[in-house]
Structure formats: C-alpha cells, structure tokens
C-alpha cells in the first residue's frame, strides 16, 4: 500500500513540475515576443518619421533644383514603396523581413542621391528650411541605427530563449519561432573608395 501512494505522489509531484515548467516557459516566451513585437513598433515609428520628413524635404529641394525631376521621381517612388511594406510583429519570417528591408534600403539610396543634388546647390545648402530637415533626417537615420540595434538585442534575447533545453521542447510545443535579424546592407562590409 505504502508503495503505491509513494508512486502516485512521485507521478503527481512530476505532473506539477511539467505543468508549472511549462506554465513558466510559456509566460516567459510570451513576454519576451511581446518585447520584440514592442520594439518592431518602434523600428517602423522611426521608419515612418523618415518617410514623413521626405514630402518636405524633396518641396525644399525642388524650389531650388527644378530640373532634378527624374531624381525627385525616384525619392518618391521608393517612399511609396517603403511605406508600402508592413510587416506584422508576429510574421517576421525570413522572405518578409527581407522584403521590408529592401525597400528600406532602396529608400536610403534614393536619399543619397537627392543629397547628392543638395551638394550641386550652394544657395540650397544655406536655406534654413533644408538645413533643419536635414538634421532632422540625420537625427532619424541614426535614432533607425538604434532602434535596429535594439530589435536585434530583443530578438537575440528571445531567440537564445527559446532555443535553450528544455525552453525547446515547449517552444516547439506551443509554436514559438526564431525572429529575424537586421542585416547589413550588401556591400557594406567593403569600405568606400575615397580619391582625391
């Protein structure tokens, strides 16, 4: 008799432990992709200041640099298309983040060619308007630097989480993914050519 109950109590106290584990693991896994959903918020409000500050930053430009109209053109498709691209916090597969940070990135290059134009105008370049929305744009592109960096922080953070055992086993058991991470840009690991 005494067998059977030290048993029941082994198998009862084991039941417990499995469900309070994966009660724990659980909670934790959402905590931490609710982290990474908060901070994927924070990328694209950046994202979204920049592209809010190009309407008025091509206006000023185009005062001074009327025949630039193939480069305006080309600003404001790839803002078109950057803002285009959402992606849910909670569908941050490999395809759509790469599509998202495509169109990022064809958004920066269209930005640096517009500054490009800047540099041809020097009464442009002394125009209050277009200095102050260019720190504004600078100030963006880096507050983007930091959110990217955060959002990879966070995603580390859960990734490493849910592949540690035995957060695995639950992980896999209630449907918690790998989050992606923001890359460089390709040829970015070659430094620019500078002559003089």
Known sequence: ????????????????????????????????????????????????RRADLIPNLVNTVKGYAEHEKST?????????????????????????????????DGLSSALS?????????????????FLELQAQLEGTENRITVERM??????KDYNTYIKKFPK????????FEAKEYFKAQEGAEKAPEVKF
């Open 1 to 48: 008799m005494k067998k059977s109950w030290i048993i029941i109590i082994v198998i009862v106290l084991m039941l417990l432990w499995l469900g309070f584990s994966a009660q724990s693991s659980y909670n934790s896994m959402v905590e931490k992709n609710e982290s990474v959903s908060n901070q994927w918020a924070q990328v694209e409000n950046v994202y979204q």
């Open 72 to 104: 305006f053109t080309a600003v404001i498709e790839a803002r078109s298309k950057a803002t285009a691209v959402n992606i849910d916090a909670n569908n941050l597969d490999a395809a759509s983040f790469q599509k998202f940070q495509e169109a990022q």
């Open 113 to 129: 060619k517009l500054m490009v134009v800047m540099e041809r105008y020097p009464d442009l370049k002394a125009n209050q308007n």
């Open 150 to 155: 955060k959002f990879n922080d966070v995603s």
């Open 168 to 175: 695995n086993l639950w992980a896999s058991m209630f449907n």
